[in-house]
């Protein structure tokens, strides 16, 4: 069965610095996709970044950037020069293609505390 | 465009009332997701609805019906409410059934049962 696995419970980093959130998966699937949404204080879930499992290059977008490593099941999300403004709930999801429907599957999530 | 709605935004109910949660979308998507989000959790699916006319359960479908009443608009029922659905619930859309295909979400319905 997929699994998506997010193994901190919360992060703390320093604004300006940058900081790894970690996200393995369990997947048999050849094809899948990854995601990291955001989810702030207000409740709303903001997509961030998507890594498909037959790109070679990792994913950017803006500061956020996704270490994609296949073999170890790994899909990390790295945020760049931290701003109080990410200080949210991140949460890794796969997308699983399923009898002709695609569902996401979620991990816990990781609290992100950006201080100043 | 809105993207996705939903409404109402805030409900409490007492143990044992029914409510209808609604959901539509105005970007032409083809399928359509109900999850619910407890506290420290990820979400979970409840239901979806690959194209108008049909819908299939996911992960946690216990307690809950849905109708997908044309391609804009998918509804969750409560038929009676209990404090176990006491949580934060969110519809989603997808143009497709790539896998590449990025879900948006609405802005969530917070309910709490009494």
């Known amino acids: 069965a997929q699994k998506i696995t997010q193994t901190q419970p919360g992060m703390f980093v320093q604004e300006k610095e940058a900081v790894t959130l970690d996200c393995t998966y369990d997947?048999?699937?050849?094809?899948?996709?990854l995601f990291w949404y955001k989810q702030p204080s207000s409740g709303e879930m903001i997509f961030l970044i998507y890594?498909?499992?037959?790109?070679?290059q990792n994913a950017t977008e803006g500061r956020y950037s996704l270490n994609f490593q296949k073999a170890r099941k790994s899909a990390n999300l790295v945020i760049s020069a931290s701003q109080l403004g990410d200080s949210a709930m991140y949460f890794c999801?796969?997308?699983?293609?399923?009898?002709?429907?695609?569902?996401?599957?979620f991990g816990a999530g990781t609290r992100l505390a950006v201080h100043p | 465009n809105a993207g996705v709605t939903q409404t109402p935004k805030f409900q409490v109910l007492k143990t044992g009332q029914s409510m209808t949660l609604q959901c539509a979308q105005d970007?032409?998507?083809?399928?359509m997701y109900w999850y619910r989000q407890d506290p420290g959790m990820g979400l979970r699916l409840i239901y979806y609805?690959?194209?108008?006319?049909?819908?299939d359960k996911g992960e946690v479908p216990n307690g809950y019906n849905v109708s997908r009443l044309n391609k804009r608009e998918f509804s969750l029922r409560l038929e009676s409410a209990a404090p176990s659905q006491t949580s934060v619930y969110f519809c989603?859309?997808?143009?497709?059934?790539?896998?590449?295909?990025?879900?948006?979400f609405g802005p969530g319905t917070r309910l709490t049962v009494l």
């Open positions: 999801a796969m997308i699983k293609v399923s009898g002709g429907y695609n569902k996401l599957i």
């Open positions: 997947t048999s699937d050849q094809s899948y996709g």
């Open positions: 890594q498909g499992s037959y790109d070679e």
């Open positions: 970007m032409n998507h083809n399928s």
């Open positions: 609805s690959a194209s108008e006319g049909t819908t």
């Open positions: 989603a859309s997808n143009p497709g059934t790539s896998a590449h295909n990025e879900q948006f």
